[in-house]
């Protein structure tokens, strides 16, 4: 929940323990169970620094037509303060690539915002490309997506 409030301090800090609240009890079924879900953590000392994850992508932005496809979306890129500009983050999304690559994921979609300091061109260098930006002028939510099979996109 720290990780969250650092990120969107904007919001109402209630809202970040309903929302993680919701995220826990969902956890283990929708990362650790589901064949299209993955989670990888980093430690130092038995002390958390970096977490990411995928998920089957749900396909709740009208925006974007994935059709039929199998795709996951990648969540919780958080790496703590004192481990960032290390290549830990990178690190860490090679693994979850991997994972994604050996389950015959074929495209990995993610969404970010500008606000977040370095997000787009830290995913853009992971291979991601943008395929839409959405016109709200707060959060400019910005879509992108991977492809991971031969022939890639």
Same mark, same amino acid.
């Given at each position: 929940?720290?990780?969250?409030?650092?990120?969107?301090?904007?919001?109402? %800090?209630?809202? @970040?323990?309903?929302?993680?609240? /919701?995220?826990? &009890?969902?956890?283990?079924?929708?990362?650790?169970?589901?064949?299209d879900g993955a989670f990888f953590t980093a430690r130092v000392d038995g002390r958390l620094i970096a977490t990411v994850?995928?998920?089957?992508?749900?396909?709740?932005? %009208?925006?974007?037509?994935?059709?039929?496809?199998?795709?996951?979306?990648?969540?919780?890129?958080?790496?703590?303060?004192?481990? /960032?500009?290390?290549?830990?983050?990178?690190?860490?999304?090679? &693994?979850?690539?991997?994972?994604?690559?050996?389950?015959?994921?074929?495209?990995?979609?993610? @969404?970010?915002?500008?606000?977040? %300091?370095?997000?787009?061109?830290?995913w853009e260098q992971q291979g991601f490309s943008v395929v839409h930006v959405d016109d709200d002028p707060v959060w /400019?939510?910005?879509?992108?997506?991977?492809?991971?099979?031969?022939?890639?996109?």
């Amino acid at each position: 929940m720290a990780a969250r409030a650092d990120m969107f301090s904007m919001l109402d %800090p209630s809202l @970040h323990l309903q929302k993680a609240q /919701r995220e826990l &009890a969902n956890f283990q079924q929708s990362y650790l169970e589901h064949p299209d879900g993955a989670f990888f953590t980093a430690r130092v000392d038995g002390r958390l620094i970096a977490t990411v994850g995928y998920v089957a992508y749900d396909q709740r932005f %009208p925006q974007l037509d994935f059709g039929h496809e199998r795709v996951v979306e990648v969540l919780r890129m958080y790496v703590h303060p004192d481990w /960032r500009r290390t290549g830990l983050a990178s690190k860490l999304f090679a &693994a979850l690539e991997q994972r994604a690559r050996q389950e015959g994921i074929r495209r990995m979609y993610l @969404h970010t915002h500008p606000f977040l %300091p370095g997000s787009i061109s830290f995913w853009e260098q992971q291979g991601f490309s943008v395929v839409h930006v959405d016109d709200d002028p707060v959060w /400019r939510t910005t879509h992108m997506n991977r492809f991971l099979a031969a022939g890639e996109r």
